[in-house]
């Protein structure tokens, strides 16, 4: 059972534009969901966090949206460039022994 | 650098080696993990350590030994695997587990099993 889901799985986008990546939780005990970045032949590294208090996180050209109602949350990527081009995971996790639940992963180009 | 380094980067072993993958973290965390990353598959948690003491095994299989002697250090011995544990193995490190705190990733060690 995939307790967070993820999409796109791939998506290109021109540069300057804004690439959507979306994710659903189902347990309402999640209270934390970051985002991570990951490079090639790199680990995954946090690029911005939220809790479930905030409906909108900022952090220079990433912004998360949060709808608790909904279960969703997704991350915007303003002015995107063509270094932006990575794979992006959502996570979430309710603390303890849990560790962080990820999602499947949004393989993003963005192209000149 | 996030502070968490993982060695070796690269390994290739037979099925009927014995071999061991070092994470260290240089964050004053008091939590380490070890994750399996596999194509087209989420990234699994395997093992969490707190203040050196295990406390999950995400119902992995007996090939996978890990070992936490402090907690800047994490092992993960690995012997007798099969084809399929060949992924990347990262290691991961919190503060502690007590409440949704960040995790930290090293580099992964890239595995591949023949």
């Known amino acids: 059972q995939q307790q967070v889901k993820q999409s796109p799985q791939s998506l290109i986008v021109q540069k300057g534009g804004i690439p959507i990546i979306n994710c659903a939780y189902e347990?309402?005990?999640?209270?934390?969901f970051p985002w991570y970045q990951q490079f090639p032949g790199k680990g995954p590294a946090l690029l911005i966090a939220?809790?479930?208090?905030?409906s909108e996180k900022k952090e220079g050209r990433f912004t998360i949206s949060f709808n608790k109602s909904a279960k969703q949350f997704s991350l915007h990527i303003m002015d995107s460039q063509p270094g932006d081009s990575a794979t992006y995971f959502c996570?979430?996790?309710?603390?303890?022994?849990?560790?962080?639940?990820f999602g499947k992963g949004t393989h993003l180009i963005i192209q000149p | 650098e996030t502070g968490v380094t993982q060695t070796p980067r690269h390994l290739v072993m037979g099925m009927t080696n014995k071999k061991s993958l070092k994470c260290e973290q240089h964050?004053?965390?008091?939590?380490m993990y070890w994750y399996k990353q596999s194509a087209k598959k989420p990234l699994e948690l395997m093992f969490v350590?707190?203040?050196?003491?295990?406390?999950e095994n995400n119902s992995v299989p007996s090939r996978f030994s890990p070992e936490c002697p402090n907690s800047s250090h994490l092992f993960l011995h690995l012997h007798t695997l099969q084809p399929e544990d060949s992924a990347l193995y990262l290691c991961?490190?919190?503060?502690?587990?007590?409440?949704?705190?960040?995790?930290?990733f090293g580099p992964g060690t890239r595995l591949t099993v023949t």
């Open positions: 939220i809790r479930p208090d905030v």
């Open positions: 350590y707190n203040f050196k003491e295990q406390t």
């Open positions: 996570a979430a996790s309710k603390g303890g022994a849990d560790g962080l639940t």
């Open positions: 991961a490190s919190s503060q502690d587990i007590s409440g949704s705190y960040e995790q930290y």
């Open positions: 347990n309402t005990a999640f209270d934390y």
């Open positions: 964050l004053g965390h008091n939590a």
